[in-house]
């Protein structure tokens, strides 16, 4: 994966109404109208929310009838952490020529 799609994760996650909605899909599915009576928001914010995450492929979704049905996306998670980790990691657990502070001093 390149810059741009890990930027588009994380710019996903770089709101607070995103991670609000995320918070509120981690006990599972949830229909947008519960989401919409939840989160006090209008249903265009929630659309426009929703598509970023799921274009982000942090969230899943479906549609039943007239509502879409929204979960967290297991494969898109643990991508993201994956990710995450590959920048936010030192090497000198490693590589013992890395010398960065992150080490215990002794």
Known sequence: MG?????????A???ENRLAIML?????????C????????????????????ADSGL????????????SISADGVREFRDMIGSYARCDCKTDESVSCGCKEKK
């Not at 981690?26 to 947008?32: D, L, M, S, T």
């Not at 519960?34 to 995450?53: A, G, V, Y």
């Open 34 to 53: 519960d989401l919409l009576e939840e989160l006090n928001i209008t249903q265009p914010t929630l659309s426009h929310h929703m598509k970023i995450l």
């Open 3 to 11: 810059f741009r799609e890990d930027v588009k994760k994380i710019k």
């Open 13 to 15: 996650l770089a709101d």
């Open 59 to 70: 969230v899943d979704y479906y549609k039943e009838g007239k509502w879409m049905h929204y």
């Open 24 to 32: 509120a899909l981690q006990h599972g599915e949830k229909c947008g």
